[in-house]
């Protein structure tokens, strides 16, 4: 595209990036839409360093990932019911010089869950920052019953508190919970680290959903697992479109295809396969 002093420019924050494929997919969109802009990576630890750089650049639309969903908060001037009900932010706007935070997070989650049925079953949330609480609102909306596991239980027992259901402490106690979805909200099992699992040596079950937050690869060691055993897996690219679609039209108004996204996804040549990185050469693999 032909970059000029009007082209308006995005970003997507977080740490680390080399992971995230929402420069390529938003730019690609706004190329499609008519919409002079592109967006670009900031991968920085300091979340109060890069809304100083939003400000300053006077960056549109923001994408906000891990680890800064909720940290972000406090440099807000402003939070949408969705962000505020989620308690973390994935969507920055600059409107009016204003940086407004929102949540599309969990129109994503409900996505990827379409057609499941989630009343009354048992679900496990593994994770407890921004994404796992856009899963609990989902979850708890559609009456599931909620278990948590997390690394630090004080985190997870925030999320029970406040959006219901119950912390698992040991890992033990996951193995034998009897469980029907399973969504695995941390970074576990992304590029570059892509042969790790949440849950290694779970024994799936056939009637079990699992959903995995991570998109890049698009089958996750876990996704693989479960798949291998019969059990119904989705695939974070499924939450990741219909939340970037979202964040497309908070900021421009205009309604993007997420065909669009998934056939750019199909075609983007593969990374080459590092060594002890199984999986990594179904980065880009084309969704089932």
Not at 68 to 83: F, Q, V
Not at 132 to 137: C, I, P, Y
Not at 217 to 238: D, F, H, M, N, V
Not at 251 to 262: M, Y
Request: charged fraction near 15%.
């Amino acid at each position: 595209m032909n970059i000029t002093t009007k082209t308006k420019l995005n970003a997507v924050i977080g740490y680390p990036l080399a992971h995230s494929m929402s420069p390529l997919l938003h730019t690609t969109s706004y190329a499609s839409a008519g919409i002079d802009a592109i967006m670009l990576a900031f991968p920085h630890p300091d979340v109060s360093a890069l809304v100083q750089a939003i400000r300053t650049l006077g960056i549109g639309l923001t994408a906000v990932t891990i680890p800064h969903k909720e940290s972000i908060i406090p440099y807000l001037d402003g939070l949408d019911d969705s962000a505020r009900e989620v308690g973390a932010v994935n969507t920055v706007i600059s409107e009016n010089s204003m940086l407004r935070g929102y949540n599309t997070d969990v129109i994503g989650v409900e996505h990827a869950l379409r057609g499941i049925d989630i009343a009354g079953k048992n679900t496990l949330i593994l994770g407890a920052g921004g994404a796992a609480r856009a899963v609990a609102v989902t979850l708890s909306k559609k009456k599931a019953a909620q278990y948590y596991w997390n690394r630090t239980p004080q985190k997870a027992q925030i999320l029970a508190q406040q959006f219901g259901g119950t912390v698992l402490k040991t890992i033990e106690d996951v193995y034998k919970q009897p469980l029907d979805i399973i969504v695995n909200t941390t970074p576990i099992g992304m590029h570059p680290d892509s042969s790790a699992s949440p849950l290694p040596g779970y024994h799936f079950e056939q009637y079990q959903k699992v959903m995995d937050c991570v998109y890049n690869p698009l089958e996750t060691a876990l996704l693989k697992q479960a798949r291998l055993a019969g059990a119904q897996t989705i695939s974070g690219i499924e939450m990741f479109i219909a939340q970037g679609v979202e964040q497309i039209r908070l900021w421009s108004g205009i309604g993007v295809d997420p065909q669009e996204w998934r056939e750019v996804l199909s075609s983007w040549p593969r990374p080459t396969a590092k060594a002890g990185q199984a999986g990594s050469d179904r980065i880009l693999a084309k969704p089932e």
